[in-house]
Nanobody, 124 residues
Framework: QVQLVESGGGSVQAGGSLRLSCVASGLTFSTYRMGWFRQAPGKEREFVAAISRPAGVSTYYADSVKGRFTISRDNAKNTVYLQMNSLEPEDSAEYYC????????????????WGQGTQVTVSL
């Protein structure tokens, strides 16, 4: 059974930082492109960042987070990370990690497995 478990969310003031983690089990982690998505109340789920397989040579970011967020992976720990710096209130959302074997990195429909999410709240 495949499981993706996110952690690291919380409440932070604008300008602060958080590091999200997502631990995968039940799959061959290194064969999956990994992505982070987010969804705010009343809005559609949106792409945040993705990292290629197996070694994470390529990374991709939404324009809204480029230069502030960094995605990375540790295949030995079956874990993908999202370092979030200079957080803004607009970054407040539920954050989800996901794994994909094919398709387009920014398309949620390309992802096969999803975590349950971790909440990030950024206040002024």
């Amino acid at each position: 059974q495949v499981q993706l478990v996110e952690s690291g969310g919380g409440s932070v003031q604008a300008g602060g930082s958080l590091r999200l983690s997502c631990v995968a089990s039940g799959l061959t982690f290194s064969t999956y492109r990994m992505g982070w998505f987010r969804q705010a109340p009343g809005k559609e789920r949106e792409f945040v960042a993705a990292i290629s397989r197996p070694a994470g040579v390529s990374t991709y970011y939404a324009d809204s987070v480029k230069g502030r967020f960094t995605i990375s992976r540790d295949n030995a720990k079956n874990t993908v990370y999202l370092q979030m710096n200079s957080l803004e209130p607009e970054d407040s959302a539920e954050y989800y990690c996901a794994g994909s074997r094919s398709g387009t990195y920014y398309d949620p429909d390309s992802y096969d497995y999803w975590g349950q999410g971790t909440q990030v709240t950024v206040s002024l």
